[in-house]
Each structure stands twice: as structure tokens, then as C-alpha cells.
């Protein structure tokens, strides 16, 4: 039995002691100084460990391709910002220090002279790396090559790509989007292979360039439709059921092993987290009819799986209790699966209304997008035991009411409304330093560790005030994140500090991310520290 339960037990004592002492002396008087008792502060129990943390990452989505070619040093002061792990002479950090960059396999809709896309979407149009008549060319797709680069040269450790659709030259109806004559995976059987032999030359490119792809996931929400009329398309995109995913996943694990590629097929990528773990539908409860061996579908034993299962937390957040249950539901189910699979969160911004949490968004200042951001985040990693997370887009140029604030971390506006913008300028959202407040500390290899608050149950902590903890397997680094989404400053003290744990100088680090401030600096005494309200706060330190 350690101190921690030595402790617990110690103070139901005394709670006990007062109840029975009050019965029996009659006693009623609060300020009686027999009533008085220590307040119990959070723990931080650093033995109770959980997942190992492998990223936090961004997509470029489909906007990196214009940021990346433009002509002024704008687009350097972006990739600072998203990929930098620097500091100012104050200590502020000068970006969030993303450990992964997310990267789209373009499908050609930019290349064809009729995309069927509406003319005001020409931003989502990507290249393709092969030519309709089967020739490469690597030199397309400058702009999300020019950020792979910035992120390497930052430091990056690790990249994954995912593509919407085949090419359109492979497609049944010539499109990147599906039409009302195609309605599920928009491929024919005969271009499968070569579709699969596509995404390999793709990755094994990368590769030979020095970039260390973690992942490649070539089916990204088969669960929608994707139907578009043809002039009208907003985006690529294409169903697949699981059996069709299936087929093509086994004919690209043989193209992978042939060309010895590092990178694994990352199976599936959901578009809701509950696609994951339940449905009876063709396209659903994908974690058991892929890794399950006694399902036609069964792909669990290809060697070039990955076994970082993808989904995307849109639409999972309605009420703290359904979220909560999303979150515990799947990491049962990825528990009972074997295979050794754990969960990647590889898309979230603020789509629906959940965030709303019914407020008039005209209530709504920046922080508060941010403060939901971070909640999710949180709910992801400590009920979902998401070992990954990622954000999208990086990258967005919506200016439509309070769309500035919710679906990006980097705001910008071209200098003209078309494809042929040369420049443009942009705005850090208060997401992006939100986001920093696990990407800039929280580094790959750190793993989450049990944070005990006697304030708050799992739902009150989620709707007021959520705390978690990562510690360094290979150092002595000890990081705690906090989110006060109340509007008073809590003051809090750790419980078990002297006993399980101490700090090199006993004061942290403190990042503070606010409506004022973004990842602020200062340094505080470990029984000095205060969460300011409507803040972020990250707390470092190595331990003694």
C-alpha cells in the first residue's frame, strides 16, 4: 500500500471522526475550530501510468499548396510558428513545436481542364504526382512539399499522408468526388492494383528524400457519400465499404513489401469515433471487422498494417456524458481486439455546433473556441487513451461569421480570391496556442500518468476544470497541463508533493494561454500556483 492510499484512508478517518463527534456533542457551529480540516489537494500519482504519447500534429489540409508558393517571407513566419521549438529572450516560445505534419496525396483536380468543382472551391483542388498517362512528376504538389521541408528543417520527427479518392483518371465516373451513379468506393476493381502500386511510389518517393512517414491511410470517412453534381463539388472525397477497403489493403500490403517501403497502412481513418466500434452497416464497426480473424474482412495479419487506429472526433461531443462513453467505448474496444492497436486522432476542428454548448456565439470571444478545442484534446487523451492527435487545418482562409476562430490554427487571406494568388497575409488563432500547450511539451515518448482532482467528478472536471500529467521515460521531465474553463482563478496545491515527488529548484515553469496571452512564461513555486480563469496553463519541471 503506498502513501497516496495511506493518505486516503487517513482522511476518511478524520472525516469520520467529525461526523461522529458532531453527532454526539450536538454540535452545529461551522466556525467551531473542533469542524476545522485540512483541504485536500490534487495528486499527482507519476507510478499510475497509461499511454505513451507518439505525436501532436496538424494536417496542411488542402491549403498548404497556396501558402507554400507564396512569393513574401510570410509563409517562413507560419512555418515558425506551427513547427519551431525556440524561445525568445523572455522564454516564450516562438511556435508550438508540432512533432508530426499531416500531408494529403493529391488526386488531380487541379490537373484536369473540368474538376466539376465550384468555382468558389478551388482551394481543395490538389495536383497529382501521376500524370494521366502514367508519368510521375515530383516537382507538383510545390507547396505541400515546401512545408515538409520547413517541418524537417524545424525538426520534425515524423510525417503521415493521407489521400480523399484515387486519381481521377482512375475513378468510374473521371471525377475526384462521387456522383449519383456511384455509390460506394468510386475505383474500379480492375484499378485497385493500381491505385495501391500510386500510394506506394508516393510514399517510397518521400522516403528516398529523407522523410520518415510513420503512416499513409488512402481511404480517409468512407462512411459519406461524397456526392456532388458535377460543377458544384466542394471537395474530393469517396465512400468505400469495409470489404472494398479490405481488397485494396491486401494488394497494397504486397506492393509495400515489394518495395520495402518503412511506412505502414494506416486501416481505417473514421469519420465519426462510434464508426469505429459499433454500426451494422457495410462501412461501420470497422475496428472488429478488420482486426477480428473470424470477419471476411480480416486484414489484422498483413506485416505492413499499421496498429494506430484513426479517427476523427467531429460530432462526438453532443453532451459531456456521450463524449465521455465515445471515448471509453473505443479504447474497450481496441482493447479487445488485440493486435496491439491503439488510437490516433487524426482530425478535429470546431464543425457542428457542439461547442456551442447552447450560447449565443455572439457571446463567444476567441478563448472560448480555444478552451473547447483543449477539452477535447483532453477528453481524447485521458478517456480515450489517444496516443496522437492532430488538428484540422492548419491552414484556413474562412472569414464567415465566427469562422475565423474554430477551424484552423493559422488564419490567411490570399491577396486575390483565386488560384493564381501570388501572396497573402495571416493571423494567429488563439488555437494555435492552445494547441501548444501540449504539442510545445508534451514530446513524443512522454507518457500520461494519473492526475487525481477530489474537486471534480469525470464529468464536472470536463465541463469546469480538466487537468492531466506526462512524464519523460528517458528523462526527468514532468509536465502538467490544465484547462479552467470556469470563471475564477483556482488555486491549487499538490497533495502528495514531498512524499511521491519533488521538483529540481521546487518551482515550475509555468505557459500560461489566455485571451491576453499565448503561452506566456513565468515561473511560480509548486505551493504558489494559480490557474488563471478562462485560461490554459502548462506547468514544467524536472523531477528531484
Excluded at 516564450?92 to 468543382?117: C, H, K, M, Y
Excluded at 504526382?129 to 520534425?156: H, I
Aim: hydrophobic share 35%; aromatic share 14%.
Amino acid at each position: 500500500m503506498n502513501n497516496i492510499i495511506y493518505k486516503r484512508i487517513f482522511l476518511v478517518l478524520i472525516v469520520f471522526g467529525l461526523v461522529v463527534g458532531c453527532e454526539k456533542d450536538n454540535f452545529t457551529d461551522p466556525n467551531d475550530p473542533r469542524f476545522g480540516s485540512e483541504e485536500v489537494g490534487i495528486v499527482l500519482d507519476l507510478d499510475n501510468t497509461y499511454q505513451v504519447i507518439d505525436h501532436f500534429g496538424a494536417s496542411g489540409g488542402f491549403q498548404d499548396q497556396w501558402v507554400g508558393q507564396w512569393s513574401s517571407t510570410a509563409k517562413d513566419d507560419i512555418a515558425k510558428l506551427l513547427f519551431s521549438s525556440d524561445t525568445d529572450g523572455q522564454g516564450n516560445p516562438e511556435g508550438i513545436g508540432l512533432s508530426l505534419w499531416r500531408t494529403v496525396i493529391g488526386d488531380g483536380a487541379a490537373d484536369q481542364v473540368n474538376s466539376g468543382f465550384a468555382s468558389s472551391s478551388w482551394f481543395r483542388e490538389t495536383e497529382c504526382y501521376l500524370n494521366a498517362n502514367g508519368d510521375y512528376d515530383f516537382t507538383k504538389q510545390a507547396g505541400e512539399q515546401w512545408f515538409l521541408s520547413k517541418a524537417r528543417e524545424y525538426g520534425v520527427p515524423k510525417f503521415t499522408a493521407w489521400a480523399t479518392t484515387p486519381p481521377y483518371f482512375m475513378t468510374k465516373n473521371g471525377y475526384t468526388f462521387s456522383t449519383s451513379d456511384v455509390s460506394t468506393f468510386n475505383c474500379d476493381e480492375s484499378a485497385y492494383g493500381e491505385y495501391s502500386k500510386f500510394i506506394a511510389d508516393v510514399i517510397k518517393n518521400y522516403e528516398n528524400n529523407g522523410y520518415n512517414f510513420e503512416t499513409v491511410c488512402a481511404f480517409n470517412e468512407t462512411q459519406y457519400e461524397w456526392n456532388a453534381e458535377i460543377g458544384s463539388a466542394s471537395q474530393s472525397g469517396t465512400r468505400a465499404t469495409n470489404s472494398e477497403v479490405a481488397a485494396v489493403t491486401r494488394i497494397m500490403d504486397a506492393e509495400f513489401t515489394a518495395q520495402n517501403i518503412n511506412a505502414k497502412i494506416m486501416i481505417p481513418e473514421a469519420a465519426q469515433l462510434k464508426y469505429l466500434y459499433e454500426g451494422t452497416g457495410n462501412t461501420t464497426n470497422q475496428i472488429n471487422d478488420f482486426f477480428n480473424s473470424s470477419s471476411p474482412n480480416y486484414i489484422g495479419d498483413l506485416p505492413n498494417l499499421s496498429n494506430h487506429i484513426a479517427g476523427h472526433s467531429y460530432f462526438s461531443n453532443g453532451t459531456t456524458s456521450g463524449s465521455l462513453n465515445q471515448r471509453t467505448s473505443l479504447r474497450t474496444a481496441l482493447a479487445n481486439a488485440g493486435h496491439g492497436l491503439d488510437y490516433w486522432q487524426t482530425e478535429y476542428s470546431l464543425l457542428g455546433a457542439d461547442y456551442q454548448q447552447g450560447r449565443d456565439v455572439a457571446s463567444l470571444t476567441e478563448i472560448d473556441y480555444a478552451l473547447w478545442l483543449t477539452r477535447i484534446i483532453h477528453t481524447d487523451l485521458v478517456f480515450g487513451d489517444a496516443t496522437g492527435w492532430s488538428f484540422w487545418t492548419a491552414l484556413n482562409q474562412s472569414t464567415y461569421g465566427d469562422h475565423p476562430f474554430r477551424f484552423n490554427l493559422i488564419l490567411y487571406q490570399p491577396n486575390s480570391n483565386s488560384p493564381s494568388h501570388t501572396d497573402g497575409s495571416f493571423y494567429d488563432v488563439k488555437n494555435l496556442w492552445a494547441l501548444g500547450n501540449f504539442s510545445r511539451f508534451v514530446r513524443p515518448g512522454m507518457v500520461r500518468f494519473e492526475v487525481i482532482d477530489p474537486d471534480y467528478n469525470d464529468t464536472t472536471s470536463v465541463e469546469n476544470f480538466m487537468i492531466s500529467g506526462y512524464k519523460g521515460t528517458t528523462s526527468n521531465e514532468v509536465v502538467v497541463v490544465c484547462i479552467n474553463n470556469t470563471d475564477s482563478n483556482r488555486e491549487i496545491s499538490f497533495e502528495n508533493y514531498g512524499e511521491d515527488f519533488e521538483i529540481v529548484g521546487g518551482s515550475f515553469d509555468m505557459y500560461t494561454t489566455s485571451s491576453t496571452s499565448n503561452l506566456l512564461k513565468s515561473n511560480v513555486a509548486h505551493d504558489a500556483v494559480v490557474i488563471p480563469a478562462k485560461s490554459i496553463v502548462t506547468l514544467t519541471a524536472q523531477l528531484n
